[in-house]
């Protein structure tokens, strides 16, 4: 093992005494972020995902069609903690979007920063627009860029000191990411490449990476043997999700600029240049070329702009070191204008991130074209009400046989959530994971549909009629506004014969 770590160490690159930690800016920069997070929370209301997770939370399972068991457990959490309330549940996302910001800072230390340096990497993170986004609501995004950032910490820890025990720590924190999302397979695969073509692939030679290993498999084991169990069902969604792979590739190197901010644009490229040419950096160089491998890999495959997200928590690190350092021997008009570019860059994309104007806005201005969410927040509690209204005008005999169905995952959660309150039965669906929860009872002939495809409704049901259209009242173009209603009656088998036929995974 000593023979590994010196030859992982480069000459020249002796690493000089780390700069204490500013401990009470970063602080306040991370408070700052958290305050913000949960200043909107509730401003418009839960995400489709999060809808999905509360419902999924309520059927504990070691797997689900879609993703793996931590978000829904961690929704349910947020749910018994937060009483069932939106804030509630989005205090968890806030509280990762400081961890984020501190795990920023403690990389740029790591990597030479000084104080201001440090001081920038927290703020870079603060007003990181991909980060500032993703941390509005729990889902699986969210834990998967704070894994990805400790990951990168903890690589970074082993890189600077050669102690190949670190690979342990990692080990669990990549079986643990898997439990969130399998997104983190990509990270590990990118960080390995950057191993082999550097210097450090001398630390690769390791039991305790063998070790580290056989822990993160541990960890995936029981959502790998769901999968297996039901058939790999995740591969189904793979294939939709890459529906959209050409559009993804089409609008993905622009969305690394929108996404972490045009001002932090020139930080993350520093850092990412500064890691591959400085001496002082080159212990370093594996992570950059890891991160830039899951960037470049994640455009190849199709995959969604956010996917690599969790990256430039590393590179906008580095970038601080550099840039943090001539800041700190210049003039403070210098700070004061990188400051106020940081700030500028955030206020600008506040709006797209995050849900601070009126709802009613997005009519006007499409926002939810940019940040798809933002329409997704809207109207959930009208359009199950309008549901509601259409299941009490039944009369009583019908209603006792009559189901709810709805065409996907977010609908069906919205009808969990919200529809006890307006007189509702359980709702199912073919939507990923619901389906797996279904079918309706026996006795239920009839249904009331909500966006279910009517040529479906048609061949399954003897009579299927046009009760509602749903209107957010804002004029807002989601997936939900224009959604139909019907009334189906006369199911024509059995709901165990029928069901196969509303599975929908994507």
Same mark, same amino acid.
């Given at each position: 093992?000593?023979?590994?770590?010196?030859?992982?160490?480069?000459?020249?690159?002796?690493? !000089?005494?780390?700069?204490?930690?500013?401990?009470?800016?970063?602080?306040?920069?991370?408070?700052?972020?958290?305050?913000?997070?949960?200043?909107?929370? %509730?401003?418009?209301?839960?995400?489709?995902?999060?809808?999905?997770?509360?419902?999924?939370?309520?059927?504990?399972?070691?797997?689900?069609?879609?993703?793996?068991?931590?978000?829904?457990?961690?929704?349910?959490?947020? %749910?018994?903690?937060?009483?069932?309330?939106?804030?509630?549940?989005?205090?968890?996302?806030?509280?990762?979007?400081?961890?984020?910001?501190?795990?920023?800072?403690?990389?740029?230390?790591?990597?030479?920063?000084?104080?201001?340096?440090?001081?920038?990497?927290?703020?870079?993170?603060?007003?990181?627009?991909?980060?500032?986004?993703?941390?509005?609501?729990?889902?699986?995004?969210?834990?998967?860029?704070?894994?990805?950032?400790?990951?990168?910490?903890?690589?970074?820890?082993?890189?600077?000191?050669?102690?190949?025990?670190?690979?342990?720590?990692?080990?669990?924190?990549?079986?643990?990411?898997?439990?969130?999302?399998? #997104?983190?397979?990509?990270?590990?695969?990118?960080?390995?490449?950057?191993?082999?073509?550097?210097?450090?692939?001398?630390?690769?030679?390791?039991?305790?990476?063998?070790?580290?290993?056989?822990?993160?498999?541990?960890?995936?084991?029981?959502?790998?043997?769901?999968?297996?169990?039901?058939?790999?069902?995740?591969?189904?969604?793979?294939?939709?999700?890459?529906?959209?792979?050409?559009? #993804?590739?089409?609008?993905?190197?622009?969305?690394?600029?929108?996404?972490?901010?045009?001002?932090?644009?020139?930080?993350?490229?520093?850092?990412?240049?500064?890691?591959?040419?400085?001496?002082?950096?080159?212990?370093?160089?594996?992570?950059?070329?890891?991160?830039?491998?899951?960037?470049?890999?994640?455009?190849?495959?199709?995959?969604?702009?956010?996917?690599?997200?969790?990256?430039?928590?590393?590179?906008?690190?580095?970038?601080?070191?550099?840039?943090?350092?001539?800041?700190?021997?210049?003039?403070?008009?210098?700070?004061?204008?990188?400051?106020?570019?940081?700030?500028?860059?955030?206020?600008?994309?506040?709006?797209?991130?995050?849900?601070?104007?009126?709802?009613?806005?997005?009519?006007?201005?499409?926002?939810?074209?940019?940040?798809?969410?933002?329409?997704?927040?809207?109207?959930?509690?009208?359009?199950?009400?309008?549901? !509601?209204?259409?299941?009490?005008?039944?009369?009583?005999?019908?209603?006792?046989?009559?189901?709810?169905?709805?065409? #996907?995952?977010?609908?069906?959660?919205?009808?969990?959530?919200?529809?006890?309150?307006?007189?509702?039965?359980?709702?199912?669906?073919?939507?990923?994971?619901?389906?797996?929860?279904?079918?309706?009872?026996?006795?239920?002939?009839?249904?009331?549909?909500? #966006?279910?495809?009517?040529?479906?409704?048609?061949?399954?049901? !003897?009579?299927?009629?046009?009760?509602?259209?749903?209107?957010?009242?804002?004029?807002?173009?989601?997936?939900?506004?224009?959604?139909?209603?019907?009334?189906?009656?006369?199911?024509?088998?059995?709901?165990?014969?029928?069901?196969?036929?509303?599975?929908?995974?994507?």
């Amino acid at each position: 093992m000593a023979g590994a770590a010196a030859a992982a160490s480069s000459p020249g690159a002796a690493a !000089a005494p780390l700069v204490p930690a500013p401990r009470l800016g970063i602080a306040l920069i991370a408070l700052g972020a958290v305050v913000i997070e949960l200043a909107v929370a %509730a401003r418009y209301g839960y995400v489709r995902d999060e809808l999905y997770f509360l419902a999924a939370g309520q059927h504990p399972a070691f797997g689900y069609v879609d993703q793996p068991p931590l978000t829904p457990l961690l929704a349910r959490l947020g %749910a018994i903690l937060g009483r069932n309330s939106v804030v509630g549940l989005r205090v968890i996302p806030a509280l990762i979007m400081g961890a984020i910001v501190v795990l920023t800072a403690a990389m740029s230390r790591r990597l030479g920063a000084g104080r201001t340096g440090q001081l920038l990497a927290a703020l870079a993170a603060a007003t990181c627009a991909e980060f500032l986004g993703a941390a509005h609501e729990l889902t699986t995004t969210t834990p998967d860029f704070l894994f990805w950032a400790v990951a990168l910490y903890l690589v970074v820890r082993l890189l600077e000191s050669c102690d190949p025990r670190w690979w342990l720590a990692i080990g669990l924190c990549v079986g643990v990411a898997s439990e969130a999302k399998w #997104n983190i397979g990509f990270l590990a695969a990118a960080l390995t490449a950057g191993f082999i073509v550097t210097d450090a692939r001398a630390l690769l030679r390791s039991r305790y990476l063998l070790a580290g290993c056989v822990l993160a498999a541990a960890i995936a084991a029981p959502d790998l043997i769901w999968q297996a169990v039901h058939g790999w069902p995740a591969l189904q969604v793979f294939r939709v999700l890459q529906q959209q792979a050409g559009h #993804n590739r089409v609008t993905y190197w622009i969305a690394q600029i929108v996404f972490t901010g045009v001002a932090l644009t020139p930080v993350w490229v520093t850092g990412f240049i500064w890691t591959l040419r400085d001496q002082r950096a080159r212990r370093f160089r594996p992570v950059a070329i890891g991160c830039a491998v899951v960037i470049a890999a994640q455009f190849v495959l199709g995959g969604k702009p956010y996917y690599p997200g969790g990256a430039y928590t590393f590179l906008l690190a580095a970038g601080a070191a550099p840039i943090g350092a001539r800041l700190a021997a210049g003039a403070a008009r210098s700070r004061h204008r990188m400051v106020q570019a940081l700030l500028t860059s955030a206020v600008l994309a506040l709006p797209v991130a995050l849900p601070v104007l009126p709802a009613r806005v997005l009519h006007a201005v499409p926002l939810q074209k940019i940040n798809y969410d933002l329409g997704e927040e809207i109207g959930w509690p009208r359009e199950v009400a309008l549901v !509601a209204r259409e299941y009490r005008t039944l009369p009583a005999a019908q209603r006792r046989v009559t189901t709810i169905l709805a065409g #996907n995952y977010g609908e069906a959660g919205a009808i969990e959530r919200y529809g006890p309150g307006d007189g509702l039965p359980v709702a199912y669906s073919g939507g990923n994971n619901f389906w797996l929860w279904g079918p309706p009872p026996a006795p239920d002939t009839d249904a009331i549909a909500i #966006n279910v495809d009517p040529a479906l409704l048609r061949r399954e049901f !003897a009579r299927v009629r046009l009760v509602a259209t749903y209107d957010n009242g804002l004029g807002v173009s989601d997936d939900e506004e224009g959604a139909r209603i019907y009334v189906a009656t006369g199911l024509r088998s059995s709901w165990a014969a029928a069901w196969p036929a509303f599975r929908d995974y994507g």
